[in-house]
């Protein structure tokens, strides 16, 4: 088992050993390692069994700084960013060639983020390379949103692990690209269409499988997935459909009446609320003594869109 603790000056002595230490953000904890060093950034993968086609995202703490890691700063991304920032949005800039290519799968954009967690971002502050950081969990699981979900499954191949409570947004992060003078989404996450297209002042394209490497399994068809077989429609149908065996029901608003096994994501509807709780009620059902588990869509706004998309490949089974 790992350590757990908020000792900033024991992660940042590691991280500049080369070692991995697993970080707080708002969205999910992130498996970090020094993005300038290829051999921190390859242990990354290897720790997670991650496929060196799914390219990292790279986090600090000012503009400043990523303006020495990158060629252009559009103005458009970057008075975005100034809006937003720290905050549950990663823009993809094209990289200098001091950021490894092993960071970015050999893409000749990188991702970048400044992430809203004030451990985090002291961290950050105390060092002079950007942390390479995806989901601290093994390829292709839920995402942990807590210090001892990391632990629980990365724990023996990690010395540290920053301690900073559960992940207030609890989805990851929105992917946006500048390309032919407009905004493109490239993934939905923690940071709504709506607030973007409002804060942009411009609409803003949906470009889920246009990604520059379209292998990339943030857009994969399936990931976050349980081990159980999980299945995503009408909740009374499917519970219908698995009667004889230990139902597992993820539910938006309203509890199933028949179900003993249940986790209800937002009683007052509201998607925030439902996106803070997914990972953890997914996780814990995973784990419950459920043989199948069922869920249904929730409303396809705000943060709805982000939890149905995460919903739909957690329930995808190729
Ligand atoms: P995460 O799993 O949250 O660390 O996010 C990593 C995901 O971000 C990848 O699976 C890609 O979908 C996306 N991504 C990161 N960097 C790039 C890039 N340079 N170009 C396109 N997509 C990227
Ligand atoms: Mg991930």
Redesign the pocket.
């Known amino acids: 088992m790992a350590i757990l603790g908020t000792d900033i000056a024991q992660a940042k002595q590691l991280l500049e050993q080369g070692k991995l230490v697993a970080i707080p953000t708002e ?2 904890y ?1 498996l970090a390692g020094n993005a300038l060093n290829p051999d921190a950034v390859l242990s990354i993968f290897e720790t997670k069994a991650r496929p060196s086609f ?4 790279v986090h600090t703490d000012s503009i400043e700084k990523i303006e020495r890691w990158v060629k252009e700063f559009p103005a458009p991304l970057k008075t975005l960013a100034q809006a937003v920032w720290p905050g549950p949005l ?1 823009i ?1 800039l094209p990289k200098k060639e001091m950021i490894p290519d092993i960071v ?2 050999g ?1 000749d ?3 970048i983020r400044i992430p809203n967690h004030p451990l985090t971002l002291s961290l950050l502050q105390s060092l002079d390379f950007p942390l390479a ?3 601290a969990n093994p390829f292709g699981y839920i995402s942990p949103t807590q210090a001892a979900h990391v632990d629980q499954q990365l724990g023996e191949f990690i010395p540290y692990i920053l301690d900073g409570g559960v992940c207030q947004v609890g989805i ?2 929105t ?1 946006v ?1 500048w390309e032919n003078n407009q905004l493109h989404v ?2 939905l996450g923690g940071l709504s269409m709506e607030v973007i297209e409002n804060l942009s002042q411009q609409k803003v394209a949906l470009s889920l499988n246009q ?3 379209p292998q ?4 994969l068809k399936s990931h976050y997935a349980p081990r159980k077989p999980l299945y995503i429609g009408n909740l009374e149908k499917l519970f219908q459909q698995h009667s004889g065996k230990r139902i597992g029901v993820l539910s938006f608003q309203h509890s199933l009446p028949d179900a003993s096994i249940q986790r209800v994501l937002s009683t007052l509807g509201d998607t925030h609320e439902a996106s803070k709780n997914l990972f953890r009620f997914l996780r814990e059902l995973d784990q419950s003594d459920a043989e199948v588990l069922i869920t249904e869509f929730v409303p396809e706004f705000d943060l709805g869109r982000a939890i149905n998309d995460r919903l739909r490949r957690a329930a995808h089974s190729e």
Request: proline share 10%; hydrophobic share 40%; net charge negative.
């Open positions: 969205t999910v992130g799914d390219p990292l995202i990663t993809l970015t799968s893409l954009t990188v991702g950081a995806p989901s990851e992060s992917i690209a490239l993934r990604s520059s490497n990339a399994p943030g857009m």
